[in-house]
């Protein structure tokens, strides 16, 4: 909140949205500082992301003892390595439409759940909880979608319906923790996370849950009435992730809750002095942030996988963290940064399978990108950019919150 913006005072506390716009402009002046040292960060990653190839290439390593001597056969040996490599993961990643839209499909739950991790720093909380919401949104839209006889698309709404509701109740309870009780989020969130790891394997181990006939943890595949349809072999719940981000761009930049999460965000203490809800507005970005991660949910359930298992969270949950911090808490940021995210997994399979790189690679160059974007002062002294100003992102003020 800049210092020219009114402070809301007395019998009508919530500001006008209006004011919100002229005090935060969004003109290109303020963000492209930000992409250029976020495309700064993604070369830089890169680039060490190829010295690792040519290390683990065997050639390469053959050829360095003598680089003196033969300095062609080394570098010649190094540029095949490396050349092959990010070949196939663009390749596997975009290399085709079926290449393309697996990615785009990879990236949905990737984007639904980033979206949820980066309202929550916008009210200035660190949710780590997403893994845990997602499976509450598992569990319910999973369960709505193998057991409950539905027509077709009817059916397919209540699941998803169910997911949002699932993740939501789950996120929420974070945040009425946290209004009610002060419980830091950070410790609720990481503790919810394996309660709900647990309440998975429990109820797959029970008749409502368990495919018939098979003792493996595993439920019934959800019926074809309750899954997503597809329009040129991308599944609908693409397009809902990107409808969700336009839904929290709005949320955020236009409406007057979006203003009091950011309020809150910028200076709790303030806003609280100012009348807003502080309590209610921490309540409400958790349970946001919850739908957006049981939306992510319905993403596997309802489009990618079919059936419940233990394993089926995987670690969506806890890139979607490093979704929203490469994305700097943004909607069009989280976007970019879910099909980056997604593009690299699809493309690390590849790169294995054709160029023999570990795929392992592919989330070293993840981990890379989210260390040099989490260091500015970094990627700015080795690249000569020049110091952004003002119109930074408000982030989660961390464990002190």
């Known amino acids: 909140m800049s210092p020219e913006t009114p402070v809301a005072s007395g019998t009508d506390p919530k500001p006008d949205p209006a004011t919100v716009e ?14 250029v040292e976020t495309l700064a960060a993604i070369v830089i990653a890169l680039v060490i992301g190829a010295v690792l190839v040519v290390l683990s290439d065997q050639d390469a390593i053959e050829a360095l003892p003598y680089l003196f001597s033969y300095p062609a056969d080394f570098f010649s040996a190094s540029w095949d390595a490396i050349s092959s490599s990010y070949s196939a993961l663009v390749r596997g990643s975009v290399g085709s439409w079926d290449r393309i839209s697996t990615t785009l499909e990879r990236s949905a739950p990737l984007i639904c759940s980033g979206l949820g991790v980066s309202l929550a720093f916008r009210a200035g909380l660190f949710n780590i909880g997403a893994t845990g919401q997602m499976v509450f949104g598992f569990l319910a839209a999973g369960y709505v979608g193998f057991s409950w006889d539905l027509p077709a698309g009817i059916h397919m709404l209540v699941a998803l319906v169910a997911g949002i509701a699932g993740g939501a109740l789950w996120g929420g309870l974070v ?25 998975l394997l429990y109820a797959l181990s029970k008749d409502a849950f368990q495919r018939p006939g098979s003792d493996n943890t595993q439920s019934p595949p959800v019926a ?22 336009v839904v929290v761009w709005w949320l955020l930049e236009r409406s007057t809750l979006g203003f009091e999460l950011r309020a809150v965000g910028a200076n709790a203490e303030a806003s609280r002095t100012a009348g807003m809800n502080v309590s ?75 160029a023999g790189t570990p795929k392992e690679l592919a989330q070293v160059l993840s981990a890379l990108i989210v260390l040099f974007v989490a260091a500015p002062a970094l990627v700015r002294g080795m690249t000569r950019l020049r110091t952004r100003s003002a119109g930074s992102t408000v982030m989660a003020k961390g464990w002190g919150g």
């Open 22 to 35: 002229k005090a935060e402009p969004t003109s290109p002046v303020t963000w492209l500082p930000t992409m």
């Open 175 to 199: 945040g009425f923790l946290k209004a009610r009780t002060g419980a830091h989020e950070v410790i609720t969130t990481i503790m919810l996370n394996y309660v709900a790891a647990s309440i």
């Open 224 to 245: 074809d009435s309750a899954t997503f349809g597809s329009v040129f072999d991308i599944h609908l719940g693409v397009g809902l992730a990107l409808l969700a981000a």
């Open 280 to 354: 209610k507005v921490f309540t409400v970005a958790m349970l946001l942030a919850g739908a957006l991660a049981g939306l992510g949910a319905t993403m596997q359930v309802l489009g990618d996988q079919s059936s419940l298992s233990p394993t089926l969270a995987g670690s969506v949950g806890f890139d979607a963290i490093t979704v929203a911090l490469l994305g700097r808490a943004t909607p069009l940021g989280t976007v970019l940064a879910g099909l980056l995210f997604g593009a690299l997994s699809v493309g690390g399979v590849a790169m294995q399978a054709s």
